[in-house]
């Protein structure tokens, strides 16, 4: 059974620019979670949806970051226009159902914003 | 919000069996406690999960005290490859109140030969 993939591993862009970020989670979870860890600070949780709606976004740092999920499959976050201070590594998670069961993380893409 | 504390760090040897805390003193009658292990450059990966008492895995074991207030995961004669950061969270079944459940800083084991 495949994982968690996310695409790309790493990306370096300037600031300004955009970026989008994929997640291809584990077939038929409908939940998918997208986190992320700032340079030396801790793990933190961005959006929550189930299948293709938005059930949680409370963790979106601001209006420039934007999440999909079409067709309640893959999901994209795309970051426009990208700060410096938006660096990071971002997480990708899916479980079959609710927060609190297994969650399965992809490796994470590297931000770095220059 | 039940807030977890764990040690920074630990050091331990090969072989040996490692018990790391976890402290969540404000845990509600709904919550379960997870322990997710990460290894550098990789996403965070489950290990156990438990309510009460104690439970045990091929990886693993959670004791978990009548209280609750409080967990330990216990790795038996850890390797080299055990070396990671471990997460302890806690949070509510069912749920989809993402935001309750809380990474932390977790612990930092090193493992040396």
């Known amino acids: 059974e495949a994982g968690v993939t996310q695409f790309p591993s790493h990306s370096v862009i300037e600031k300004g620019q955009t970026v989008t970020l994929r997640c291809d989670p584990i077939s038929g979870h409908d939940n998918l979670y997208w986190y992320r860890r700032v340079m030396g600070k801790e793990i933190k949780f961005l959006l929550h949806?189930?299948?293709?709606?938005?059930?949680?976004e409370s963790g979106m740092p601001n209006n420039r970051f934007l999440a999909e999920r079409t067709g309640g499959t893959y999901s994209t976050l795309k970051v426009q226009p990208a700060e410096l201070e938006d660096s990071g590594v971002y997480f990708c998670?899916?479980?079959?159902?609710?927060?609190?069961?297994?969650?399965?993380f992809g490796s994470g893409t590297q931000l770095s914003v220059l | 919000l039940a807030k977890t504390t764990q040690p920074i760090s630990m050091d331990s040897y090969e072989g040996q069996e490692v018990n790391i805390t976890c402290s969540h003193n404000n845990i509600a009658t709904n919550d379960y406690i997870t322990w997710y292990q990460q290894f550098p450059s990789q996403g965070p990966r489950f290990i156990i999960q438990g309510y009460k008492t104690k439970v045990t895995n091929e990886v693993a074991s959670l004791f978990i005290p009548a209280d609750r207030k409080s967990s330990t995961l216990s790795l038996p004669r850890v390797s080299l490859s055990d070396t990671a950061v471990y997460y302890c969270l806690v949070g509510p079944w069912g749920a989809y109140n993402t935001d309750k459940l809380i990474f932390g800083t977790g612990t930092r084991l090193q493992v040396f030969p």
């Open positions: 949806f189930v299948k293709e709606s938005k059930q949680d």
């Open positions: 998670a899916s479980s079959q159902r609710a927060i609190s069961e297994k969650l399965f």
